[in-house]
């Protein structure tokens, strides 16, 4: 109850009729006339007329027996259905007709039904009002009403008959059906009742027609503009179908899929040979993939499998719809197919003077490597290919592999192709996915032939030793052995393609930092070639020759003679078109012509700065000291003062003196520090040149070059033990198990701990034939360490380093002074061989070594050491330990004897 209204509208039923009479044909028109809920319903075929006395009983005996149906149904309504199927008979559909407004009084009962106390309330007299203010709202409601029909079919409809059985001349009657006809929700028509005032009522249903005629309005603009896009988009249709079959009349266009066969079927006869490939006058292909170089070609056909698969893909292709998810897959993989370099391949050239100019335009130093590859191309010339090699290029970082291999492909003329596999664990990437899944492609493989354009590219796989590997998407290390062999990639399978495809014209060129990380199976398809790190003078020459210049021009500092520089085989390739279009510099700054940097500046930035096996942290360093010249220059010219620098007072002093005017643009020795700031090392040597008793250098190797590497051991004096006996009353021998072996830090791997057990075993033994009966190792605790514990150490080859260290302890004697050595020893004291030499003495001579003991095994690599690394170096071989002793105490022995 506490949602009825307190003005309602007293009506009476006129008309009733059973709800299935109502569903019965020729009684579906019904209209509305009223407030909502409250309204009227009219119908023009009455069934029941209350004031007829016919009718009248009628009436009786129609609520006898809805009495009587009424409890029959209630007793039968056992069940949901059975309920709800006597709902529906006891539906009854009624008209009433509104005579007055009431107002609540009381509520006497709550019901159902509930049974209130109204009071009947009357309108106002029309003499109440204005009748001119009511006639212009009764008039423009109607005329408001007009508008609405216009655009309202419904509307119309319950005009006529409301026209028919009212008074429009009422403002009351006018008033209640205008409102009954809008789209108001019931407070708002609830509002419009409960006004008593006929121009306040007035006023409302006029608010209420005019947000109806807007909506009308809007509902009529949005219907107009779909209507105009279908509309539209209709004609487009239309027209293009028109154009399209006029077009085909004509033969001026052909289908989507019939061109797309077309185009597929020339692709194919030029594959066979029975068409020439089409060019524009720059020699670019009509694909859009351009020629770079000026090549010879030579074409050897279509293989026989790959022309099967494209004649029954392209038949495939002929009977599928474009609407067919299959359609775009087939698509796809006949592009990747008519893309493919079958049987093309360029001509190389195998002039062994040319491949040398270009080895040594491009690089300084690397003989080896130089003559190796020279050999390699001459075996080729002798042959007519170069074919069926896999090599494998192995040294630190930043010492020229990847260049390298652009230098081959630049003397060969062959088309060149990167790509790195470091950390690629999903072996997809080399062999291609199934076409069965949503955005499969082919391996890196078939990328790199489809992007070269021949069959016979130099590949550089970079990073081998990089290899990832994944349990759930296989091996990508155990995929490269079918790649990278010979005799077995001339029929290389891809996921993708699947038709075989000759790899065998390829040359693979791969890099690698650590040979350990390589698998056994996938080494040995490979031809290694070592390249060591670059020495002092080699980084010098390096640096003069190709950093500092590419670094001028990188820095916009260019001097003429930086262009008669031979260019490395990056800065080979065309120039873009913005730089032919604009040659010139863009500021017109004058470029001192004694700009660069002195010799004794590289060599600085080498020894004290980038001490690494490789240049790219020198050209780093190059490059910044070019960046900070060129601000100088245009502050110099510009005569602007730095205020940036000016932090204090030392910055002050030294921006005064820089105010003034430079003479020289000579980079010394002495402003490395302004520009690169203070040094990141001092000397290698720890000690100088004689270290302390127990101290001994060694050399090491890594994957970054060679360094030099201490060995440090000490001693502390043990206190008296108890007597300790056995049952037959000796005392029992302290061996290495015992507390006072020796104790290791550093950070050592596995095999360098079995060296100092090694060394330690050896140093007791060669101490009693030296001393005899000497307790040095029993009588303290001895402890071994290597500096830089934060680095990880391992290898045998420190092993006669650590047994001198131990010996030159137990003896309390120093080495010889500036003497490093290498070697592993063996339990009975034997040297054995080791690797790295080259790298080693490179440290060495860094350190200012000048003896070195190695393994009398790697003499040949000694031999092999250009002279200027062996120059100022003696060389001392060693078969046993005996020998290495001789050298690093002789002084002492010679005394003692």
């Known amino acids: 109850m506490k949602d009825v209204h307190k003005i309602g509208t007293f009506a009476q039923i006129v008309q009733m009729e059973p709800m299935r009479e109502l569903l019965s044909p020729g009684h579906e028109a019904e209209h509305n006339d009223g407030f909502g809920d409250h309204g009227l319903h009219h119908r023009e075929e009455a069934t029941i007329d ?3 006395p016919v009718q009248q009983r009628r009436k009786q005996d129609l609520r006898n027996a809805l009495f009587e149906e009424d409890e029959l149904t209630r007793a039968r309504a056992a069940t949901p259905n059975e309920a709800v199927a006597s709902a529906r008979e006891e539906s009854w559909t009624l008209v009433v007709k509104a005579h007055r407004k009431i107002q609540l009084e009381e509520i006497l009962k709550e019901g159902p039904p509930p049974l209130v106390q109204v009071q009947h309330l009357t309108e106002f007299p029309l003499e109440n009002f204005d009748r001119d203010v009511i006639r212009a709202y009764t008039n423009e409601v109607l005329s408001t009403l007009r508008d609405v029909m216009r655009t309202n079919p419904l509307m119309r409809e319950h005009m006529h008959f409301f026209s028919t059985r ?69 004609r487009k249709y239309f027209l293009n179908e028109q154009l399209k079959q006029i077009k085909k009349e004509l033969g001026l266009e052909h289908d989507d899929k019939d061109a797309l066969l077309a185009k597929y079927e020339k692709q194919f006869r030029q594959l066979q040979g029975l068409e020439p490939e089409e060019t524009d006058s720059k020699g670019n292909k009509q694909d859009g993939s351009e020629k770079t170089n000026e090549r010879t070609y030579i074409y050897e056909g279509l293989p026989a499998e790959a022309e099967k698969v494209i ?30 370099p079958w049987g093309r391949h360029s001509v190389e050239n195998l002039d062994i003077s040319r491949a040398r100019d270009v080895l040594e335009s491009d690089h300084f130093g ?28 192995v040294g630190p970082p930043g010492v020229g592999k990847t260049s390298i291999g652009q230098s081959i492909a630049h003397a060969l003329d062959r088309e060149f192709y990167r790509f790195s596999v470091g950390g690629l664990s999903d ?71 699947d038709v075989p495809i000759d790899l065998s014209k390829v040359l693979f060129v791969c890099t690698a930092n650590d040979l350990s990380t390589i698998p056994g199976p996938l ?111 245009l502050m110099e010219q510009a005569k602007v003062k730095d205020d940036l620098n000016k932090v204090d007072a030392d910055a002050e002093k030294d921006a005064d003196k820089e105010s003034a005017p430079r003479t020289s643009w000579v980079i010394t020795d002495e402003d490395l520090e302004k520009y690169v700031g203070k040094r990141k090392f001092d000397s290698d040597k720890l000690y100088g040149s004689v270290p302390p008793a127990g101290v001994v250098m060694g050399l090491a190797w890594s994957s ?81 360490h290597v500096p830089e514990g934060a680095t990880p150490k391992d290898g045998p080859s420190a092993g006669v380093t650590m047994t001198t260290a131990l010996l030159s302890l ?21 040297v054995l061989p080791v690797g790295g030499i080259k790298e080693k003495v490179i440290a060495a001579r860094r350190a200012g070594v000048d003896t070195i003991v190695v393994p009398d095994g790697n003499r040949k690599d000694v031999d092999e050491l250009p002279d200027y690394l062996r120059e100022g170096i003696d060389f001392h071989f060693a078969k046993e330990y005996k020998d290495v002793y001789r050298v690093a105490f002789q002084e002492e022995l010679a005394s003692s004897a």
């Open 704 to 784: 970054v070059g060679g360094s030099a590497l201490y060995i440090e051991s000490t001693c502390i004096r043990q206190p008296p033990r108890k007597e300790e006996t056995t049952e037959d009353g000796k005392t029992p021998a302290r061996g290495p198990g015992s507390p006072f072996s020796v104790h290791s830090t550093g950070q050592l791997g596995d095999v360098m701990q079995e060296s100092v057990r090694l060394a330690q075993t050896n140093a007791k033994h060669f101490l009693q034939e030296v001393s005899p009966g000497s307790d040095f190792f029993e009588a303290n605790q001895i402890h071994l």
């Open 311 to 340: 004649k029954d893909e392209m038949k495939k292709l002929s009977t599928l719809e474009k609407t067919s998810p299959e359609f775009n897959v087939t698509r796809a993989y006949l592009d990747w197919l008519m893309a493919m």
């Open 50 to 52: 209350f004031q007829d």
């Open 166 to 234: 009212f008074d429009m001349s009422d403002p009351y009657h006018v008033c209640n059906f205008a409102a009954s006809l809008t789209s108001a929700d019931g407070d708002e028509l609830q509002e419009v009742l409960e006004a008593f005032n006929l121009e306040t009522r007035l006023s409302k249903v006029l608010a209420l027609l005019k947000k109806e005629a807007h909506l009308n309005d809007l509902q009529q603009e949005i219907s107009r503009q779909v209507e105009e896009t279908i509309s539209a988009n209709q």
């Open 523 to 633: 080494l040995d398809r490979m031809e290694v070639l070592r390249l060591s790190g670059y020495d002092l003078p080699e980084k010098v020459q390096i640096a003069k020759r190709y950093l500092e210049p590419r670094a001028r021009r990188e820095s916009g500092l260019a001097l003429p003679e930086d262009d008669k520089v031979v260019k490395t085989v990056e800065e080979l390739e065309e120039p873009s078109e913005d730089m032919k279009k604009n040659p010139t510099r863009a500021s017109s700054i004058e470029i001192p012509k004694d700009l660069g940097l002195a010799d004794s500046a590289v060599e600085s930035l080498a020894r004290w700065y980038c001490r690494e096996a490789g240049v790219r942290n020198l050209e780093q360093h190059i490059e910044r000291i070019y960046r900070k010249i060129s601000l100088e220059l």
């Open 366 to 393: 690397l003989k080896d490597i130089k003559e190796r590859i020279l050999e390699f191309i001459a075996v080729g010339n002798l042959r007519g290919t170069v074919q069926g090699k896999i090599i494998l290029l």
């Open 810 to 830: 137990a003896l309390g004697k120093s080495v010889k002074a500036d003497l490093a050595m290498t070697g592993e020893i063996s339990l009975i004291g034997r």
């Open 427 to 497: 072996v997809s990437e080399i062999k291609g996915h199934r076409r069965t899944y949503i955005g499969s492609m082919p391996g890196k493989l078939v990328q790199c032939l489809k992007t070269a354009g021949v069959s016979n590219p130099v590949v550089l796989i970079d990073e081998i030793d990089k290899l990832g590997s994944s349990g759930f998407r296989g091996d990508p290390s155990s995929a490269m052995l079918e790649l990278l062999d010979p005799a077995q990639n001339n029929a290389f399978m891809d996921h993708y393609l």
